[in-house]
Protein backbone atom coordinates (compact mmCIF):
# COMPACT_ATOMS: atom_id res chain seq x y z
CA UNK A 1 0.00 0.00 0.00
CA UNK A 2 1.38 3.20 -0.85
CA UNK A 3 1.98 5.97 1.42
CA UNK A 4 -0.90 8.63 1.59
CA UNK A 5 0.07 12.68 1.28
CA UNK A 6 -2.34 14.66 3.38
CA UNK A 7 -2.31 17.97 3.98
CA UNK A 8 -2.56 19.94 7.22
CA UNK A 9 -3.53 24.00 7.37
CA UNK A 10 -3.00 24.99 11.05
CA UNK A 11 -0.57 22.99 12.15
CA UNK A 12 0.90 25.43 14.99
CA UNK A 13 -2.41 25.31 16.97
CA UNK A 14 -3.59 22.82 19.23
CA UNK A 15 -6.18 20.56 17.19
CA UNK A 16 -3.94 20.83 14.12
CA UNK A 17 -0.54 19.69 15.27
CA UNK A 18 -2.24 16.80 16.92
CA UNK A 19 -3.88 15.78 13.51
CA UNK A 20 -0.55 16.57 11.59
CA UNK A 21 0.98 13.89 14.19
CA UNK A 22 -2.16 11.33 14.11
CA UNK A 23 -1.97 11.24 10.49
CA UNK A 24 2.08 10.70 10.81
CA UNK A 25 1.72 7.96 13.02
CA UNK A 26 -0.94 6.50 10.56
CA UNK A 27 2.38 6.10 7.91
CA UNK A 28 1.26 9.15 5.92
CA UNK A 29 3.29 12.21 4.70
CA UNK A 30 2.06 15.25 6.00
CA UNK A 31 2.05 18.48 3.93
CA UNK A 32 2.59 21.34 6.99
CA UNK A 33 0.54 24.27 5.22
CA UNK A 34 1.21 27.47 7.27
CA UNK A 35 1.22 30.89 6.64
CA UNK A 36 4.39 31.13 8.60
CA UNK A 37 6.99 28.15 7.44
CA UNK A 38 9.20 29.16 9.92
CA UNK A 39 6.87 28.63 13.29
CA UNK A 40 7.33 25.92 15.10
CA UNK A 41 4.87 23.32 16.02
CA UNK A 42 4.02 21.81 19.41
CA UNK A 43 4.73 18.15 19.29
CA UNK A 44 7.49 17.99 16.29
CA UNK A 45 10.98 17.53 16.82
CA UNK A 46 13.73 18.45 14.64
CA UNK A 47 14.38 14.63 14.16
CA UNK A 48 10.83 13.78 13.18
CA UNK A 49 11.02 16.22 10.92
CA UNK A 50 14.15 15.13 9.37
CA UNK A 51 12.80 11.65 8.76
CA UNK A 52 11.36 13.26 5.33
CA UNK A 53 7.75 12.63 6.69
CA UNK A 54 6.77 16.09 7.32
CA UNK A 55 7.32 19.16 4.52
CA UNK A 56 6.19 22.59 4.99
CA UNK A 57 4.83 24.54 2.37
CA UNK A 58 3.42 28.45 2.37
CA UNK A 59 -0.24 28.54 2.34
CA UNK A 60 -3.26 30.51 4.28
CA UNK A 61 -6.91 29.64 3.91
CA UNK A 62 -7.87 32.99 3.27
CA UNK A 63 -5.67 32.70 0.00
CA UNK A 64 -7.55 30.03 -2.75
CA UNK A 65 -4.38 30.77 -5.19
CA UNK A 66 -1.25 29.49 -2.77
CA UNK A 67 -4.31 26.70 -1.50
CA UNK A 68 -4.22 25.48 -5.12
CA UNK A 69 -0.18 25.97 -5.69
CA UNK A 70 0.33 24.32 -2.37
CA UNK A 71 -1.70 21.43 -2.99
CA UNK A 72 -0.40 20.94 -6.69
CA UNK A 73 2.94 20.87 -5.47
CA UNK A 74 3.10 18.61 -3.16
CA UNK A 75 0.30 16.21 -4.20
CA UNK A 76 -1.25 16.13 -0.76
CA UNK A 77 -4.99 14.25 -1.67
CA UNK A 78 -6.44 14.69 1.80
CA UNK A 79 -6.85 18.07 3.87
CA UNK A 80 -7.42 18.83 7.17
CA UNK A 81 -8.65 22.57 7.39
CA UNK A 82 -10.64 24.91 9.90
CA UNK A 83 -12.61 27.93 9.99
CA UNK A 84 -11.40 31.57 9.00
CA UNK A 85 -13.65 34.38 10.07
CA UNK A 86 -14.08 37.31 7.50
CA UNK A 87 -14.52 35.77 4.32
CA UNK A 88 -17.37 36.97 2.64
CA UNK A 89 -18.02 33.85 0.59
CA UNK A 90 -18.07 31.40 3.76
CA UNK A 91 -14.46 29.88 2.33
CA UNK A 92 -16.39 28.71 -1.06
CA UNK A 93 -13.56 29.73 -2.93
CA UNK A 94 -10.98 28.06 -0.99
CA UNK A 95 -12.89 25.22 -1.27
CA UNK A 96 -13.04 25.00 -4.70
CA UNK A 97 -9.44 25.58 -4.76
CA UNK A 98 -8.68 22.34 -2.99
CA UNK A 99 -10.87 20.56 -4.68
CA UNK A 100 -9.38 22.13 -8.34
CA UNK A 101 -5.80 21.13 -6.96
CA UNK A 102 -6.73 17.65 -6.66
CA UNK A 103 -7.81 16.85 -3.13
CA UNK A 104 -10.58 14.26 -2.88
CA UNK A 105 -11.46 14.27 0.92
CA UNK A 106 -11.64 16.89 3.48
CA UNK A 107 -11.78 16.90 7.21
CA UNK A 108 -12.70 20.13 8.63
CA UNK A 109 -12.54 21.05 12.52
CA UNK A 110 -16.37 22.66 12.56
CA UNK A 111 -18.37 23.04 16.06
CA UNK A 112 -21.14 20.88 17.67
CA UNK A 113 -22.82 24.16 17.87
CA UNK A 114 -23.71 23.54 14.19
CA UNK A 115 -25.43 19.87 15.95
CA UNK A 116 -27.31 21.91 18.13
CA UNK A 117 -29.99 23.06 15.44
CA UNK A 118 -30.06 19.83 14.05
CA UNK A 119 -28.16 20.12 10.83
CA UNK A 120 -26.37 23.17 8.72
CA UNK A 121 -28.83 24.19 6.64
CA UNK A 122 -31.03 25.07 10.22
CA UNK A 123 -28.57 27.16 11.73
CA UNK A 124 -29.47 30.98 11.65
CA UNK A 125 -27.75 34.02 11.00
CA UNK A 126 -27.97 35.19 14.17
CA UNK A 127 -26.02 32.56 15.81
CA UNK A 128 -22.84 33.59 15.18
CA UNK A 129 -20.21 30.84 16.02
CA UNK A 130 -22.77 28.22 14.40
CA UNK A 131 -23.74 29.58 11.71
CA UNK A 132 -20.16 30.72 10.38
CA UNK A 133 -19.48 26.92 10.76
CA UNK A 134 -22.46 25.35 9.08
CA UNK A 135 -21.92 27.84 6.01
CA UNK A 136 -18.22 26.31 5.38
CA UNK A 137 -20.12 23.47 6.08
CA UNK A 138 -22.71 23.54 2.93
CA UNK A 139 -19.79 24.62 0.95
CA UNK A 140 -18.24 21.55 1.46
CA UNK A 141 -21.45 19.57 0.71
CA UNK A 142 -21.69 21.70 -2.31
CA UNK A 143 -18.21 20.96 -4.14
CA UNK A 144 -16.99 17.84 -2.34
CA UNK A 145 -20.70 16.08 -2.03
CA UNK A 146 -20.17 13.21 0.42
CA UNK A 147 -16.24 13.61 0.44
CA UNK A 148 -16.08 15.41 3.58
CA UNK A 149 -16.81 15.23 7.46
CA UNK A 150 -17.34 18.04 9.96
CA UNK A 151 -15.38 16.77 13.03
CA UNK A 152 -18.12 18.91 15.68
CA UNK A 153 -16.03 19.29 19.03
CA UNK A 154 -17.65 20.87 21.84
CA UNK A 155 -16.31 22.97 24.62
CA UNK A 156 -12.12 23.11 24.18
CA UNK A 157 -10.32 22.30 27.32
CA UNK A 158 -7.56 25.37 25.77
CA UNK A 159 -10.43 27.85 26.38
CA UNK A 160 -9.78 27.27 30.00
CA UNK A 161 -6.55 29.39 29.06
CA UNK A 162 -9.13 32.55 29.19
CA UNK A 163 -8.79 32.40 32.90
CA UNK A 164 -4.83 32.19 33.30
CA UNK A 165 -4.14 35.37 33.83
CA UNK A 166 -6.73 35.96 36.90
CA UNK A 167 -6.11 32.74 38.27
CA UNK A 168 -2.49 33.62 38.09
CA UNK A 169 -3.44 36.84 39.92
CA UNK A 170 -5.36 35.09 42.74
CA UNK A 171 -9.03 36.04 41.16
CA UNK A 172 -11.09 35.53 38.10
CA UNK A 173 -14.04 37.22 37.20
CA UNK A 174 -16.78 35.56 35.84
CA UNK A 175 -20.48 36.68 34.13
CA UNK A 176 -21.51 32.86 34.52
CA UNK A 177 -19.48 30.87 36.80
CA UNK A 178 -22.16 28.15 37.14
CA UNK A 179 -22.40 27.49 33.26
CA UNK A 180 -21.42 23.97 32.42
CA UNK A 181 -18.77 22.66 30.21
CA UNK A 182 -17.27 19.49 28.93
CA UNK A 183 -13.99 20.71 28.16
CA UNK A 184 -12.52 18.32 25.26
CA UNK A 185 -8.86 18.30 24.55
CA UNK A 186 -7.67 19.49 21.16
CA UNK A 187 -5.29 16.66 21.33
CA UNK A 188 -8.46 14.32 21.33
CA UNK A 189 -10.14 16.46 18.54
CA UNK A 190 -6.71 15.85 16.50
CA UNK A 191 -6.49 12.45 17.23
CA UNK A 192 -9.65 11.88 15.84
CA UNK A 193 -9.09 14.34 12.66
CA UNK A 194 -6.03 12.57 11.91
CA UNK A 195 -7.61 9.04 12.09
CA UNK A 196 -10.22 9.99 9.52
CA UNK A 197 -7.69 11.92 6.99
CA UNK A 198 -5.73 8.92 6.91
CA UNK A 199 -7.77 6.21 7.59
CA UNK A 200 -10.65 6.95 5.43
CA UNK A 201 -14.19 8.51 6.60
CA UNK A 202 -16.56 7.78 8.93
CA UNK A 203 -19.10 5.58 7.84
CA UNK A 204 -22.71 4.66 10.07
CA UNK A 205 -23.67 1.23 10.32
CA UNK A 206 -25.85 0.98 6.94
CA UNK A 207 -22.33 2.13 5.34
CA UNK A 208 -22.93 5.32 3.97
CA UNK A 209 -20.63 8.56 5.10
CA UNK A 210 -21.41 10.74 8.08
CA UNK A 211 -20.56 13.81 7.35
CA UNK A 212 -20.55 15.16 11.15
CA UNK A 213 -18.92 13.55 13.98
CA UNK A 214 -19.50 14.99 17.47
CA UNK A 215 -16.75 15.44 19.75
CA UNK A 216 -17.71 15.99 23.67
CA UNK A 217 -14.95 15.54 26.55
CA UNK A 218 -15.80 13.02 29.05
CA UNK A 219 -17.11 14.85 31.92
CA UNK A 220 -19.39 17.89 32.89
CA UNK A 221 -17.93 21.04 35.33
CA UNK A 222 -18.87 24.06 35.84
CA UNK A 223 -16.38 27.21 35.69
CA UNK A 224 -15.82 27.68 39.12
CA UNK A 225 -14.90 24.16 39.48
CA UNK A 226 -12.92 24.86 36.05
CA UNK A 227 -10.96 27.46 37.77
CA UNK A 228 -10.29 25.63 41.09
CA UNK A 229 -8.28 22.69 38.93
CA UNK A 230 -6.55 25.57 37.50
CA UNK A 231 -6.01 27.07 40.59
CA UNK A 232 -4.33 23.42 42.26
CA UNK A 233 -2.16 22.91 39.01
CA UNK A 234 -0.49 25.99 39.34
CA UNK A 235 -0.39 26.75 43.17
CA UNK A 236 -2.67 29.36 44.15
CA UNK A 237 -5.72 29.71 46.17
CA UNK A 238 -7.83 31.59 43.26
CA UNK A 239 -10.85 33.52 44.27
CA UNK A 240 -14.13 33.65 41.93
CA UNK A 241 -16.16 36.96 41.32
CA UNK A 242 -19.15 37.42 39.76
CA UNK A 243 -19.18 40.26 37.18
CA UNK A 244 -22.04 41.47 34.36
CA UNK A 245 -22.26 40.73 31.25
CA UNK A 246 -20.70 44.12 29.89
CA UNK A 247 -17.24 43.89 32.31
CA UNK A 248 -16.61 40.43 31.37
CA UNK A 249 -17.38 41.13 27.90
CA UNK A 250 -14.49 43.90 27.68
CA UNK A 251 -12.30 41.39 29.83
CA UNK A 252 -12.73 38.90 27.39
CA UNK A 253 -11.99 41.35 24.84
CA UNK A 254 -8.53 42.75 26.06
CA UNK A 255 -8.13 39.37 27.76
CA UNK A 256 -7.92 36.97 24.56
CA UNK A 257 -7.97 39.53 21.61
CA UNK A 258 -10.99 38.06 20.87
CA UNK A 259 -13.17 39.91 17.92
CA UNK A 260 -16.22 41.17 19.69
CA UNK A 261 -18.82 39.06 18.08
CA UNK A 262 -16.96 36.33 18.56
CA UNK A 263 -16.98 37.39 22.39
CA UNK A 264 -20.40 38.19 22.73
CA UNK A 265 -21.23 35.15 21.09
CA UNK A 266 -19.34 33.21 23.44
CA UNK A 267 -21.09 35.10 26.47
CA UNK A 268 -24.59 34.32 25.23
CA UNK A 269 -23.61 30.44 24.82
CA UNK A 270 -22.20 31.15 28.79
CA UNK A 271 -25.80 32.56 29.57
CA UNK A 272 -27.41 29.79 28.22
CA UNK A 273 -24.96 27.08 29.48
CA UNK A 274 -25.76 28.23 33.02
CA UNK A 275 -29.56 28.60 32.52
CA UNK A 276 -29.89 24.77 31.03
CA UNK A 277 -26.98 23.25 32.62
CA UNK A 278 -25.19 21.80 29.86
CA UNK A 279 -26.13 20.21 26.15
CA UNK A 280 -29.20 18.80 25.21
CA UNK A 281 -30.14 17.08 22.37
CA UNK A 282 -26.80 15.73 20.92
CA UNK A 283 -26.56 11.98 19.68
CA UNK A 284 -25.76 9.72 22.66
CA UNK A 285 -23.08 8.16 21.11
CA UNK A 286 -21.36 11.55 21.16
CA UNK A 287 -19.97 10.61 24.79
CA UNK A 288 -18.14 7.84 23.10
CA UNK A 289 -16.37 9.07 19.66
CA UNK A 290 -13.21 10.05 20.80
CA UNK A 291 -12.88 6.24 22.07
CA UNK A 292 -15.19 4.54 18.93
CA UNK A 293 -12.20 6.25 16.52
CA UNK A 294 -9.20 6.81 18.19
CA UNK A 295 -8.83 3.16 20.91
CA UNK A 296 -8.15 5.12 23.76
CA UNK A 297 -10.27 7.05 26.37
CA UNK A 298 -10.72 10.93 26.76
CA UNK A 299 -8.35 12.82 28.32
CA UNK A 300 -10.17 14.77 31.57
CA UNK A 301 -9.68 17.87 32.07
CA UNK A 302 -7.12 17.98 35.45
CA UNK A 303 -5.16 15.09 32.98
CA UNK A 304 -5.01 18.06 30.09
CA UNK A 305 -3.78 21.07 32.52
CA UNK A 306 -1.03 18.95 33.76
CA UNK A 307 0.23 17.76 30.36
CA UNK A 308 -0.35 21.50 29.48
CA UNK A 309 1.01 23.44 32.68
CA UNK A 310 3.26 25.65 30.91
CA UNK A 311 0.83 27.06 29.03
CA UNK A 312 -0.99 28.22 31.99
CA UNK A 313 2.08 29.60 33.95
CA UNK A 314 3.46 31.24 30.86
Known amino acids: MSQPTVIVFGPTGGVGSATALTAHKHNAKVILAMRDTTKSIPGLTSEQESTGNFERVQADLTSPESIHAAVTKTGAKHAFIYLTFGTADAMRASIEALKGAGIETVVFLSSISVSIHGDAD??????????????????????????????????????????????????????????????????????????FLVNGLPAGEDGSKKNSVELVGPEKMTIREVVGVIGKAVGKEVKVTQVDEQEA????????????????????????????????????EALGNVQRYTGRPSLRFHEWVDLNKEKFLA
Do not use: C
Not at 133 to 145: P, S, Y
Not at 155 to 162: G, H, K, T, V, Y
Not at 273 to 280: A, K, P, R
Open 249 to 284: LQDMITVTGLPEPVANAILAQLRKQEESDGFFGLPE
Open 122 to 195: AVPPSDFIAFSHAQVEVNLRDVFGDDYVAVRPAFFASNSLWWKSGALGGEVKLAYPEAVYDYIAPEDIGSVAGT
